[in-house]
């Protein structure tokens, strides 16, 4: 059964930092480019950056470059997003993403989310 299960959500204080987790199994991860992505109230969903399995980093958003850091560990199966410097426009659910390359045809997946608010 595919799990992604993100994780580190809370409350964070303007200018604080934290680091959100996203847990996954039943497939291959060693095979997986994941992503994290963001849904704030009444907007799209934003991409925020992706990797591969090598560890290249993919697409990072404008809006968060150089204040978030995407990475992995794949002994633990999991991605991970450090957020620094959090901004109230921050304040989002955010959700991880994998897209599993082991078969003939990509398969995504899809976390819940964990929330993330940003308020003094």
């Known amino acids: 059964q595919v799990q992604l299960v993100e994780s580190g959500g809370g409350l964070v204080h303007p200018g604080g930092s934290l680091r959100v987790s996203c847990e996954t199994s039943?497939?291959?991860?060693?095979?997986?480019?994941m992503y994290w992505y963001r849904q704030r109230l009444g907007k799209e969903r934003e991409l925020l950056a992706g990797?591969?399995?090598?560890?290249?980093?993919?697409d990072v958003a404008d809006s968060v470059n150089g204040r978030f850091t995407i990475s992995r560990d794949s002994a633990k199966s999991t991605a991970y997003l450090q957020i620094n410097n959090v901004i109230p426009e921050d304040t989002a659910v955010y959700l991880c993403?994998?897209?599993?390359?082991?078969?003939?045809?990509?398969?995504?997946?899809w976390g819940q989310g964990t929330q993330v608010t940003v308020s003094s």
């Open positions: 993403k994998a897209r599993d390359y082991s078969g003939i045809r990509a398969k995504e997946y």
């Open positions: 990797i591969t399995v090598s560890g290249v980093i993919l």
């Open positions: 039943g497939f291959a991860f060693n095979r997986t480019t």
